[in-house]
T-cell receptor, first 111, second 113 residues
């Protein structure tokens, strides 16, 4: 699986958009970009995933650069409940079902 | 639709005892994954199972750990002769088929005294 690189920590003001970057410069053509988050002591929560097109769901938007070497997860209106560790994972579309978690970004929403 | 269920949520075992962790996947999901999170560390994949089959156990310790997902009933992660280093949070995830997004349970926190 391609390695991903994320900032260790970020702060964001409540009500503002939180933009979490992820670098995956060695991603291969069949690897999706997945985002999960883990709120303190809870099980990881699936957020969104994409291959090359931008994606949006009720939780977030995912913007993937045209060369697919990086992406940004956007939480449009951050709340205190969005404080968590966010993981960006590159995962093949077939043949390797496991998720390889890195160290993620610890996002803190400031009141 | 109930999510992934794990029990017990907390388990305390003395060194040398056995620990059994249970995972009931979401309804309609036949693929189960186990992950371990040691204190202050990231989540590590352990094993991937489908009904009655182990598909990938590349993350399982070679000794004392085993997993099963019988035709009926929950998936079981079994740790024999536990040691203090087994203290961790164990998370189970499920998906409807391979390659789909995985949905995680709340975890079982194992403490070995």
């Amino acid at each position: 699986d391609a390695k991903t690189t994320q900032p260790t920590s970020m702060d964001c003001a409540e009500g503002r958009a939180a933009n979490l970057p992820c670098n995956h410069s060695t991603i291969s053509g069949n690897e999706y970009v997945y985002w999960y988050r883990q709120i303190h002591s809870q099980g990881p929560q699936y957020i969104i995933h994409g291959l090359k097109n931008n994606e949006t769901n009720e939780m977030a938007s995912l913007i993937i650069t045209e060369d697919r070497k990086s992406s940004t997860l956007i939480l449009p209106h951050a709340t205190l409940r969005d404080t968590a560790v966010y993981y960006c994972i590159a995962r093949p579309s077939f043949g390797n079902e496991k998720l390889t978690f890195g160290t993620g970004t610890r996002l803190t929403i400031i009141p | 639709n109930a999510g992934v269920m794990q029990n017990p949520r907390h388990l305390v075992r003395r060194r040398g005892q056995e620990a059994r962790l249970r995972c009931s996947p979401m309804k309609g999901h036949s693929h189960v994954y186990w992950y371990r999170q040691l204190p202050e560390e990231g989540l590590k994949f352990m094993v991937y199972l489908q009904k009655e089959n182990i598909i990938d156990e590349s993350g399982m310790p070679k000794e004392r750990f085993s997993a099963e997902f019988p035709k009926e009933g929950p998936s079981i992660l079994r740790i024999q002769q536990v040691v203090r280093g087994d203290s961790a949070a164990y998370f189970c995830a499920s998906s409807p088929s391979s390659g789909d997004e995985q949905y995680f349970g709340p975890g079982t926190r194992l403490t070995v005294t």
